[in-house]
Structures are given as structure tokens and as C-alpha cells.
């Protein structure tokens, strides 16, 4: 595993034109960023090719990155979700998508992330069956297939109040129950 350290000083040479150390860096993040695009997009061919995209703005960006602002690897994921949200919003743009919708997407990795670094996706399944049936599907559909507030409002015959609050009070739970 590749340290914070470490991914900071490959990004460092990698904005000093070392390519074997970007190709370093590539490797060390590809899965998580790949992993984050999918959930949004849905599309596996479709996130491949963002991914390119991706790491093409990360090398033109390498300069912008400030160390005591965010770590390398949500600095990197951020662009990450910036992108993959920019082209669901390019190819849905007859679903509402705002800024808690965004913030839904982009929070996705608070709660699943916890429990896939430490690899206990049992856990997790324990917290989610805690939450009655239609709030562990509209948690999985929004945190994990990246629907919004305004679709799962149509889906559960609910006003996107209803669904905001009931998301929030879910991923509350889902947070105490994993002890984050």
C-alpha cells in the first residue's frame, strides 16, 4: 500500500515531468478513482474512458495541489467526481440535479469507504438491514447507483423533502451503527 507520503511526493515529480513516477501514481489510485467514477456513471466502458480524462486533468493540475488543504487522495478523488458528475449531468439533463444531489454523490465514500478500508463489508451489511426495507433501498440507490433526491422522490411516491430527510436520518444511523 502507498502512503499519503508517498502518492504526495509521485504527484511532486510527476508535476516536474517524471512520467514513471505519474505512472506510479496512475497505478497506486487508479481503482479507488475507477471505483468512484462507476458508482456515479454506472457504466463501466463509459468510466474507463473518464478515467483517462481524469488522470490527463490530474497531470495538468498536479501544480494546483496543496498539501494542507485536502489530502492527495480526496484532492484526486474530487476531480474525480467533478468530471463523472459533469457527464451524467451532460447526459441527463432532463433530471434536476442539484447541489445536495452533488452532495450525495460526492459523500458517498464517508460511509461505504470506512468499511471497505477495513474490510468489513459484513458490518456494513448488519447496519444497512438495521434500516427498515424502502430506506435501505433508496440508500442503496442513491449512495450506490447515484439516483436523485428528485428520482427516488418519483420512485417512492414521496416529495423530495420527505426523501432528503429520510436519506439524511438513514445515513445518520448507518454512520452510528459503523462507529463513524
Known sequence: M?????????????????????EHLYHATSAKLFGIV????????QSEEVLQDIYVRIWQKAADFEPGRAS????MATIARNRAIDIVRRQRPE?????ADIEMMASTDTVFEDVALASDVRQLENCLAGLEDDRQNMVKLAYLEGWSRAELAEK???????IKTWLHRSLRQLKECLGS
Open 2 to 22: 502507498t502512503s499519503t507520503r508517498d502518492l504526495e511526493n509521485l504527484l511532486r515529480q510527476s508535476r516536474n515531468g517524471d512520467t514513471n513516477a505519474f
Open 38 to 45: 462507476l458508482r456515479i456513471l454506472r457504466n463501466r466502458a
Open 72 to 75: 492527495i487522495i480526496t484532492w
Open 95 to 99: 433530471v434536476d440535479i442539484d447541489d
Open 156 to 162: 417512492f411516491a414521496q416529495p423530495v423533502g420527505t
